[in-house]
T-cell receptor
Framework: EAQVTQNPRYLITVTGKKLTVTCSQN?????MSWYRQDPGLGLRQIYY???????DKGDVPEGYKVSRKEKRNFPLILESPSPNQTSLYFC???????????FGSGTRLTVV | RKEVEQDPGPFNVPEGATVAFNCTYS??????FFWYRQDCRKEPKLLMS???SGNEDGRFTAQLNRASQYISLLIRDSKLSDSATYLC??????????FGTGTSLTVIP
């Protein structure tokens, strides 16, 4: 089944403890992206990647890192999480061209 | 100014009604346009792409007006299962996708 898989689905952590949210897609898509979704603000792009080793900042990159060492994987790293990073995170991928994104099931992160 | 703006609703309509959502975008160089559907606490799912000539998929019709910079979604014969939040999405040069904050629809029996 064609899909985007992200883990974990739920995570509660403490301020300052480094964490990684994994994302993997099995559709051989070139583009991958991370979004966060907050009430009243909608989905905002954190980082995106156009292919292996090519990444760029979205609208809200502060406090996040990404890497794209393999085409299928695009992990999101929070080096020192803070409570304002409590949010619902989505990973997404799409094929190069005019198509839309396919989303993973989301990761609900709480930083206390 | 936001890249994409939508009326948040909520829209509460009876079964069988026709409902329309509009969405405006600010960047005249926007390249592609989509409507997504998001159920509560779930991931957004692509409903349909929006083409300049307009396009239809069953009960759903999407239209693009480049001159006025808006896209629309029309749902005919609303079903209970259409209850969700509908997100309009715009792709601007540079491969960034911008999502509207969504319009909430509840179809009432």
């Amino acid at each position: 089944e064609a899909q985007v898989t992200q883990n974990p689905r739920y995570l509660i952590t403490v301020t300052g403890k480094k964490l990684t949210v994994t994302c993997s897609q099995n559709m051989n898509h070139e583009y991958m992206s991370w979004y966060r979704q907050d009430p009243g603000l909608g989905l905002r792009q954190i980082y995106y990647s156009m292919n292996v080793e090519v990444t760029d900042k979205g609208d809200v990159p502060e406090g996040y890192k990404v890497s794209r060492k393999e085409k299928r994987n695009f992990p999101l790293i929070l080096e020192s999480p803070s409570p304002n990073q409590t949010s619902l995170y989505f990973c997404a991928s799409r094929i190069q061209g005019a198509g839309g994104y396919t989303f993973g099931s989301g990761t609900r992160l709480t930083v206390v | 100014r936001k890249e994409v703006e939508q009326d948040p609703g909520p829209f509460n309509v009876p079964e069988g009604a026709t409902v329309a959502f509009n969405c405006t975008y600010s960047n005249s160089a926007s390249q592609s346009f989509f409507w997504y559907r998001q159920d509560c606490r779930k991931e957004p799912k692509l409903l349909m792409s929006v083409y300049s000539s307009g396009n239809e998929d069953g009960r759903f019709t999407a239209q693009l007006n480049r001159a006025s910079q808006y896209i629309s979604l029309l749902i005919r014969d609303s079903k209970l299962s259409d209850s969700a939040t509908y997100l309009c999405v715009v792709n601007i040069p540079g491969n960034q996708f911008y999502f509207g904050t969504g319009t909430s629809l509840t179809v009432i029996p």
